[in-house]
């Protein structure tokens, strides 16, 4: 027997997620009604199908700037997709603003992705924390792996792609770019900002 769902309730998990009509109603029936468990089964499916157009070209897009605090911190970014008829879309426009947005709130960050990091400043922390007191009693492979995990964590901090995002501290950028993917049914990539900070 199916489970009958309401249109109110199909209606509110579109809204929350941006998923079609459809996949809201199967994930509710799914769930048994369980409006949080089929979030997070919309969720899941959306980044396993995001997964699978990572690899498509996105030449398509927008440059976007933002003027944060009175003009002291100023964004300019570069999203990409594969169509113009995403480009416009709002939904897209408003991911844009609100990845400028996090890039003027995240000082620390430099890359767009923690692959960017140059290989230098990967060793450069590599040294630093090998020469850490706290780590000089461990055993060798222990040691390596403590090193390894403190540097991944310090290159993750300068990783765009690695944050929280500033308005759903629950997911990170990733996240809500495969969510975008999984939404506008395309790959969606951010290929470069450069942030501004008067003074500076």
Known sequence: MTLEISSALVKELRQKTGAGMMNCKKALQETNGDFDEAVKTLRQKGL?????????KTIEGVVNSYIHA???IGVLVEVNCETDFVARREEFLELVQNIAMQIAASPDVLYVNIDDVPEELFLAEKEVESGKEDLSNKPKEIK????????????????????????????TVDDLIKEKISLFGENIRIKRFTRYTLGD
Request: aromatic fraction near 2%; proline fraction near 0%.
């Open 48 to 56: 396993a199908a995001a997964d699978k157009k990572a690899d498509r």
């Open 144 to 171: 390596e792996k403590i090193i390894l995990g403190r540097v991944e964590k310090t290159l993750k901090n300068l990783s765009l792609l690695n944050q929280a995002f500033i308005r759903n501290q629950n997911i």
């Open 70 to 72: 009175g003009g002291k």
